[in-house]
């Protein structure tokens, strides 16, 4: 075992065993742990995954966008992040890409995604 299999093994999480299979276009709620001063509150951001980078490894995160008020906000979370709690999927998505970048210039109606009734 190298050095870098010891620092991995050191820092990945033990929640990513529990996360269920998502994948772009999915709608989820993440609960994210939040610091305000000396005390943490878990809070629940809820959107659609727009993108996914390497997610079996250290260094993989996943992109969620929602709006809020009229404007856009995305997230990006690591897998391995320690702030991240749970991960519930909402609704899942049919789409035909792996990257859903073009969603941040549309809104209203153009911004849906199909839901996949097939996927369980």
Same mark, same amino acid.
Do not use: Q
């Given at each position: 075992m190298n050095l870098i299999d010891v620092v991995n093994s050191q820092y990945k999480s033990k929640n990513v065993e529990?996360?269920?299979?998502?994948?772009? &276009?999915?709608?989820?709620?993440v609960h994210a742990r939040i610091k305000e001063g000396e005390k943490s509150r878990v809070q629940i951001f809820q959107g659609v995954v727009i993108a996914l980078k390497e997610p079996n490894a250290i260094s993989g995160h996943f992109r969620v966008r929602k709006i809020s008020s009229g404007m856009g906000v995305e997230r990006v979370f690591p897998f391995? +992040?320690?702030?991240?709690? #749970?991960?519930?999927?909402?609704q899942r998505g049919k789409t035909k890409r792996a #990257?859903?970048? %073009?969603?941040?210039?549309? +809104? &209203? #109606?153009s911004a849906r995604i199909a839901i996949d %009734?097939?996927?369980k």
């Open positions: 529990n996360f269920p299979e998502f994948r772009a &276009g999915d709608t989820i709620a391995h +992040s320690p702030n991240v709690e #749970k991960i519930e999927i909402v #990257k859903l970048y %073009y969603l941040r210039d549309r +809104s &209203g #109606k %009734y097939d996927r």
